[in-house]
């Protein structure tokens, strides 16, 4: 498996790795809903979902912005803050 893995970026895996994670937890919740077979208690899986998403993409851009830092002027690093900002403003309004 580090072969495979070996030539992919640290930041990058993690990124995905968050991603995948991420997916799994979305997986867990449906089959949680189909389980329960409750309108109610699907809608609470789904609120806590609403939380966990925006954390998860809040995360993987900190780590790929935080690697790429260095390379971006100012006004970009304020760009893509304001990007996310509004990104999360939309999701929750």
Sequence with gaps: MKFLLGNINS???TMAG???LSS????TAAIVMLV?????KAVV???????VGPLIFII?????????????SYA???LIFTGVVLILA???K
Excluded at 36 to 40: E, H, I
């Design 45 to 51: 899986v789904n609120s806590i979902l609403a939380i």
């Design 11 to 13: 930041t990058v895996l």
């Design 36 to 40: 329960t077979n409750d309108v109610r």
């Design 76 to 78: 970009k690093l304020i």
């Design 60 to 72: 993987t851009m900190t780590v790929g912005i935080y690697q790429i830092a260095g390379q971006l």
């Design 90 to 92: 939309g999701v929750h």
């Design 18 to 20: 968050l991603r995948v």
């Design 24 to 27: 799994m937890i979305e997986l």
